[in-house]
């Protein structure tokens, strides 16, 4: 083969392959927030960094702080808290439980993995902590005594917004649209409806923005930390702390602490229905949510959970969506597609090199 063609062909092959042998950057997402962990805000818990590594058997100044957190979600007795700020055999078997629910490593000590869970913005919820199921392949869980809203089924439930106590940064028209279609995607999978009421004091489920104390024993805690909490039936109280920067899409909303109301607006309305935390990281029920993160589908194992309790919605077919999950598949097999259309026009291209030459 002489030089000319030869340096040609060796051109047109790199220009080929291109994109396979200097993968181009993956363009960064539309504002690309930085990680929570850097983003300072009202709550105690990115303190916690300064506990990264430790492990049993040492005394950590501070450390009562994570064992109220600990508490408060579930993993911890009061009575356990007593020891200060020792790191305790009673504190490494709260770890360790943390660590199995959250679907971490589990090691007992507080390792990067473990702080960076703990730091993440959560629902204010506690994470019941059943025993008989820890090894079962199922997530999802209910509150203690398994409460649902005792009704004959088919059902409707109603819903209305404190008249009072709402997002500053919001229209109310835009807060109903969101609640509108997160209320749908509970209604699309078990036979229960929900309507707005027009008078707040008679309806089901009762939905406001609350800022710190607010008469319920839950406390917010300003930007990030605990972002809302939901009770338990037939409570009906769904609360959103008024101090996050709630986000109807995050393209009009840039700031790095933005919160998708979406998302935990349907995390919200499992708990009033009747479903506890998930143990699924992929679950809409799973505790923690980062910001900007959008997370509002039902899953298989959210629908499963709350269909156990209300059965299912006589419209809604499983198949269809696990025909929808596995389709994200498509972009992989048109990649190995074209990988192969560009094999098969190079080994062209040098068959007509070597007829020319
Ligand atoms: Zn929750
Ligand atoms: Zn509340």
């Not at 950057?25 to 300072?40: D, Q, V, W, Y």
């Not at 303190?47 to 109220?68: C, P, T, V, W, Y």
């Not at 390792?111 to 059943?130: F, Q, Y």
Request: one cysteine or more; aromatic letters at 12%; proline letters at 5%.
């Amino acid at each position: 083969m002489s030089p000319i063609p030869t340096m040609f062909f060796s051109f047109f092959l790199l220009l080929l392959f291109y994109p396979s042998c200097f993968p181009a950057r993956t363009a960064p997402l539309s504002s690309s927030p930085e990680p929570a962990t850097t983003i300072n805000h009202n709550s105690t818990w990115p303190n916690f960094q300064k506990f990264l590594d430790a492990s049993k058997g040492r005394h950590f100044s501070g450390i009562s702080e994570l064992k109220k957190y600990m508490q408060r979600f579930g993993y911890l007795q009061v009575t356990d808290t007593t020891s200060g700020d020792e790191f305790d055999e009673r504190f490494e078997f709260a770890v360790a439980r943390y660590q199995r629910k959250l679907g971490l490593t589990v090691t007992g000590k507080l390792d990067s993995d473990t702080i960076s869970e703990m730091t993440l913005p959560r629902c204010g919820v506690s994470d019941t902590l059943p025993t008989s199921n820890l090894h079962a392949v199922r997530h999802y869980n209910y509150f203690n005594g398994k409460p649902r809203w005792s009704r004959a089924i088919p059902t409707t439930l109603t819903y209305a917004f404190s008249p009072n106590c709402m997002a500053s940064n919001l229209k109310l028209s835009d807060i109903r649209l969101v609640f509108r279609r997160a209320f749908s995607r509970w209604s699309a999978v078990i036979p229960v409806n929900f309507t707005e009421a027009e008078t707040y004091g008679f309806s089901d489920i009762k939905i406001g923005f609350y800022t710190g104390d607010h008469d319920d024993g839950e406390p917010f805690d300003g930007v990030l930390g605990v972002l809302a909490h939901g009770f338990s039936p037939e409570s009906g109280k769904l609360h959103l702390d008024a101090a996050e920067t709630w986000a109807l899409d995050f393209e009009s909303e840039k700031s790095r602490v933005a919160v998708d109301l979406e998302s935990v607006a349907t995390h919200e309305i499992g708990h009033v229905l009747g479903l506890a935390h998930s143990f699924d990281k992929e679950s809409v029920m799973y505790p923690s949510l980062k910001p900007r993160e959008k997370k509002m589908d039902l899953k298989v194992d959210d629908i499963e959970g709350i269909q156990q309790l209300y059965g299912s919605n006589p419209n809604f077919n499983i198949k269809t969506l696990s025909q929808s999950d596995t389709s994200s598949n498509h972009g992989i097999d048109s990649k190995i597609e074209l990988r192969s259309s560009r094999w098969s026009f190079a080994i062209a291209m040098l068959a007509i090199m070597f007829v020319v030459c």
